[in-house]
């Protein structure tokens, strides 16, 4: 098994980040960089965020990306709830 750094984090298969920040300032000073170094790699960049807050995530993070595709930006509901009910299998797809 191999193993990749990204943003000087160490990984083996999945690059899976969780962040629990304090504010909009933290958020970025941590995930920041992680979607800048992804993208690089040309790994596409999954975020999932407060509905409320999607359209300007979703700004911030495709002014970095070489291309809009490399990006994804979904609510909360879309993702871990799609369907009204959380299913393991389908995030991991």
Not at 32 to 54: I, N, Q, S, T
Request: a negative charge; aromatic letters at 10%.
């Amino acid at each position: 098994m191999s193993v990749n750094t990204l943003a000087s984090a160490k990984f083996r298969d999945h690059y899976h980040v969780c962040a629990f920040v304090s504010g909009p300032a933290e958020e970025r000073a941590i995930i920041d960089p992680f979607f800048a170094e992804g993208l690089r790699r040309g790994e596409k960049a999954v975020y999932y965020v407060d509905p409320d807050h999607r359209d300007e995530h979703e700004a911030h993070l495709r002014t970095g990306a070489p291309s809009h595709d490399m990006v994804e930006v979904t609510g909360w509901p879309d993702a871990h709830l799609k369907g009204g009910s959380f299913d393991q299998t389908r995030m991991m797809a």
